[in-house]
């Protein structure tokens, strides 16, 4: 009851108090937990971020150990996923794929729905951070006609995924460790990031305690539009559009400018950030130390430089507030990895894992009540019923 308020889009309203995730849009600042993301993408490993976020404290040794044993215990999938998979043509996109196997699974674990207890939900929550690198991974390989495969007890985390991507047969596994460290850091950012569009879908859907297979589907599915998570795959294709067309990045800026031009720069703008996104300036970074490392020159690197440094001394974007964002970089070292930019937003997906799972076990152990928004009704009055032979 109440006056209802009309705010398109959330812009200004909180649906709920939390504990995991600080933003300040205004300065820039970023914290899992408390800890400044610079720290733990400079120190911790995706693992021990997954576990804090999730958990609210940094494990110590033993509860790293039991987490990823108890991970690892959860790492294959029902025979039966890969018949689904071999359902979908070739060319369907992987987000797609991966949403519907995210929900799949459900069937299969029918006990990870009606999770009562703190015990179940963490059954549950293993078991996801088991099975959900296995489904992007293949994903990736139905895609490449690659057979699939299980990754490996004896790896990291990270590196397991990336076996698990990679591994071609016949051939010994092998990977510099540069590329997984990478992998790691950009995992680490990805990791949450508060009310977003796809953590508030998760919450949407959780509250009604359909289950966080389910309500992970459902955040997949938002995750992929190209105003989020779909936008890495985006501005890699915009900086190759640029490079095609002769390198003209005044042409582009001036197309984003226009109002009647639907052309946005990719990778640019963010609803809270109105300076720098923080995540932004240590993928930046990270993209000259990994090409440099692999000895990978990218033309693609320059164009997004040149076009970020215009954008920066342009009165639209200052006006605007308009800073890169993590998007801006991230395909850059992605594709510097070898990772195929339909499988841009899949990675970015495997990174928000824990921060969906996080915010999902926040919401179901404080008794959130159902998400339902009100609205402001500007249809039709009553009308009289016209039959159909009248009309
Ligand atoms: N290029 C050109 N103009 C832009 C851009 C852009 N990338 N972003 C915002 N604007 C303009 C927009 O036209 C509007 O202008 P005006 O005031 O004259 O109408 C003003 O800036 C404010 O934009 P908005 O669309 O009202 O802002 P929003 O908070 O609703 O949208 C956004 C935020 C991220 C969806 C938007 O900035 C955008 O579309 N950016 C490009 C896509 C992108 O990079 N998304 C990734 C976001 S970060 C990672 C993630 O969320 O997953």
């Known amino acids: 009851a109440g006056v209802i308020t009309l705010d398109r889009g959330y812009k200004n309203t909180g649906s709920c108090e939390s504990a995991i995730t600080f933003l300040d849009g205004e300065k820039g600042i970023l914290r899992y937990r408390g800890y400044a993301i610079e720290d733990l993408a400079e120190k911790a490993d995706f693992l021990e971020v997954a576990y804090l976020l999730i958990f609210g404290e940094l494990p110590n040794k033993e509860q790293l150990e039991k987490f990823h044993h108890d991970i690892k215990e959860e790492s294959q999938v029902d025979e039966e996923v890969k ?101 790691d850091k950009l995992l680490i950012l990805h990791a949450d990031h508060e009310q977003n569009c796809s953590t508030s879908t998760v919450r949407m859907v959780g509250s009604s305690h359909a289950g966080l297979f389910a309500s992970l589907s459902a955040g997949v599915s938002a995750l992929w539009g190209p105003l989020h998570g779909g936008a890495n795959q985006a501005v890699i294709e915009m900086l190759e559009g640029i490079k095609e067309d002769g390198g003209d990045t005044k042409k582009f800026m001036e197309k984003a400018k226009d109002k009647d031009d639907p052309f946005r720069l990719m990778g640019f703008g963010h609803r809270v950030y109105k300076n ?26 320059e164009i997004a430089k040149g076009l970020e440094k215009e954008a920066l001394e342009d009165d639209y974007f200052v006006k605007r507030k308009l800073y890169p964002n993590v998007d801006f970089y991230s395909g850059i070292i992605y594709r510097a990895l070898g990772i195929p930019v339909e499988m841009f937003t899949v990675m970015f997906a495997l990174g928000r894992l824990p921060g969906w799972i996080a915010q999902w076990r926040e919401m179901r152990m404080k008794k959130e009540p159902i998400g339902r928004p009100r609205q402001i009704y500007v249809g039709e009055n009553h009308r009289e019923f016209t039959d159909l032979e009248k009309r």
């Open 83 to 183: 018949k689904i998979l071999d359902g979908f043509p070739k060319a369907a996109h992987p987000m797609g794929v991966l949403s519907s196997l995210t929900s799949a699974l459900t069937a299969f674990n029918p006990s990870s729905v009606d999770v009562s207890s703190e015990e179940d939900m963490y059954n549950a929550i293993v078991k996801i951070l088991g099975k959900f690198p296995v489904l992007a991974a293949w994903t990736l390989r139905k895609k490449k006609s690659l057979p699939l495969n299980y990754g490996d007890d004896s790896l990291g985390y990270v590196e397991n995924l990336h076996k698990m991507m990679f591994e071609k047969p016949g051939k010994k596994y092998d990977v510099d460790p540069a590329v997984i460290e990478a992998l």
């Open 276 to 301: 720098f996104d923080p995540r932004a300036k240590i993928i930046k970074k990270s993209a000259d130390e990994v090409l440099g490392q692999l000895g990978v020159e990218d033309p693609v690197l």
